[in-house]
């Protein structure tokens, strides 16, 4: 038998990829199968807690950015405050007038979008060093702002390497778009998501929704690329806990204000126990927004405990009672995940337990679920609404085993790991050839 080839990947993405954080879950599902030693990331993030994906890692620092050492101070006092590990206990930090007036600036900077505009990336020495020991042949992008993509387009045409831009949610729409200079701003954000577009070999969007009003915004084909993973993994038969109670399970992000629906599920479950029902609700979170720290600590029905390593996620799914994918209601939000499809939303299907899904109806996953029968739906921000739908799904085994019969067909012929691996193997593997080769790449450089 012929044995694989796989093509050296940089993956160009935001946060690091690792086995614990939910921001990289696609990723890490789609090139689950890639030998380490032909992965690379190029990333800004904090590195979390957790095995990094990829064989080698770049972290984009001060020698990538002009005027690297304002862009470092501004950065450490305004950028990294964003969310954090649960903690016991809140402790003050004193600070004092300089510190304040950088955490003003930063933010001031960042918020506006000017922060784009002053600080834009360079392939440093180092980088390019970094690079040319890797030797990418495809270049895998995320984009995600305006530094990302035009560091994607730089490094392409620098190097000749083809690009495979895959695009999971539509933050292009809505980049800054409350900035003091949000028309400046986003034509040019704008202008470089064109650009990327223009030169990408490959076009990946996450679901049918997004694919098809991309085409009709762009006048260009995507292709979908859905979230998969091995149904294998999910099959554990697992005895789950019995202790009399209704086990509640939420695994991923809390950003994007999806925190504010476990207020919600928290008053549901406070109205459910004191009818007598026994309900637990236990989420496991990579990080906690910094203004959802003390109302998720008041939650007293509510456990919010480390995120799980990408093996241990089977297990906690497959014996949970319901699963549980919140999307937020705010307006901004929504806008934002119009056209997503969750990165859960496989897994929870996958594991054969109901799902309860509450957000607004036009949302992707939303609309996902309703359409594929898959997940019952709550689609107001309504405590006694969700709590009548947990009624429901504890008393009615009729309906939850349909909405698990469903799931499976789902997951299977849309999310199966296998194919979609396959299929993303052959795709970069084309393009790649389609760039040449890297040798005669990386000798033009030298």
């Known amino acids: 038998m012929k044995q694989k080839r796989f093509p050296n990947v940089l993956i160009i993405s935001k946060s690091i990829i690792n086995d614990r954080d939910s921001a990289g879950a696609s990723l890490r599902n789609w090139f689950m199968q890639w030998p380490k030693e032909n992965l690379a990331q190029l990333y800004s993030?904090?590195?979390?807690?957790?095995?990094?994906?990829?064989?080698?890692?770049?972290?984009?620092?001060?020698?990538?950015?002009?005027?690297?050492?304002?862009?470092?101070?501004?950065?450490?006092?305004?950028?990294?405050?964003?969310a954090q590990p649960m903690r016991a206990e809140v402790r003050s930090r004193r600070t004092g007038p300089f510190r304040r007036a950088v955490h003003s600036l930063g933010k001031t900077l960042v918020g506006s979008g000017l922060w784009e505009l002053i600080f834009?990336?360079?392939?440093?020495?180092?980088?390019?060093?970094?690079?040319?020991?890797?030797?990418?042949?495809?270049?895998?992008?995320?984009?995600?702002?305006?530094?990302?993509m035009r560091l994607s387009l730089e490094i392409s045409k620098r190097y000749d390497i083809p690009i495979c831009f895959s695009i999971v949610d539509d933050w292009i729409e809505h980049l800054y778009e409350t900035s003091l200079i949000a028309p400046l701003i986003q034509h040019v954000a704008k202008l470089n998501f064109s650009a990327l577009i223009a030169r990408s070999r490959l076009l990946y969007a996450i679901g049918d929704l997004m694919a098809e009003e991309y085409q009709r915004r762009y006048g260009i084909p995507f292709s979908v690329l859905m979230q998969c993973d091995d149904p294998s993994r999910y099959r554990m038969d697992e005895v789950r806990k019995e202790n009399g109670a209704v086990n509640i399970v939420y695994s991923g992000s809390l950003a994007l204000n999806r925190w504010k629906l476990f207020v919600t599920l928290a008053e549901a479950v406070r109205m459910l126990r004191s009818?007598?029902?026994?309900?637990?609700?236990?989420?496991?979170?990579?990080?906690?927004?910094?203004?959802?720290?003390?109302?998720?600590?008041?939650?007293?029905?509510?456990?919010?405990?480390?995120?799980?390593?990408?093996?241990e996620v089977p297990k906690a799914l497959t014996g949970a009672d319901i699963l549980f994918l919140p999307e937020s209601f705010d307006e901004d939000v929504r806008a934002y995940t119009r056209l997503s499809v969750s990165t859960k939303a496989h897994l929870y299907m996958m594991s054969r337990r109901p799902v309860l899904i509450v957000g607004p109806p036009e949302i992707g996953t939303v609309d996902?679920?309703?359409?594929?029968?898959?997940?019952?739906?709550?689609?107001?921000?309504?405590?006694?609404?969700?709590?009548?739908?947990?009624?429901?799904?504890?008393?009615?085994?009729?309906?939850?085993?349909?909405?698990?019969?469903?799931?499976?067909?789902?997951?299977?012929?849309?999310?199966?790991?296998p194919s979609i691996r396959e299929r993303l193997l052959q795709e970069l593997s084309d393009c790649a050839a389609y760039g040449?080769?890297?040798?005669?790449?990386?000798?033009?450089?030298?």
């Open 368 to 417: 996902y679920a309703r359409r594929g029968g898959w997940g019952y739906v709550v689609d107001k921000d309504d405590s006694l609404r969700l709590a009548e739908a947990i009624r429901v799904l504890v008393s009615s085994p009729e309906i939850s085993c349909e909405l698990v019969r469903r799931g499976e067909e789902i997951a299977s012929k849309n999310h199966s790991a």
């Open 436 to 446: 040449g080769t890297g040798k005669r790449r990386y000798e033009r450089q030298a």
């Open 275 to 311: 009818e007598g029902l026994r309900v637990e609700v236990t989420v496991y979170a990579p990080l906690v927004p910094v203004e959802a720290e003390p109302a998720l600590r008041d939650l007293e029905v509510v456990r919010v405990l480390p995120a799980l390593s990408d093996h």
């Open 45 to 82: 993030g904090v590195l979390f807690e957790g095995e990094s994906f990829c064989g080698t890692n770049f972290q984009l620092g001060r020698e990538e950015r002009r005027f690297g050492s304002l862009f470092q101070l501004l950065k450490h006092s305004s950028l990294g405050a964003s």
């Open 120 to 148: 834009t990336p360079r392939v440093s020495t180092g980088l390019a060093g970094w690079i040319e020991t890797f030797r990418p042949e495809v270049l895998f992008v995320q984009g995600c702002d305006i530094s990302f």
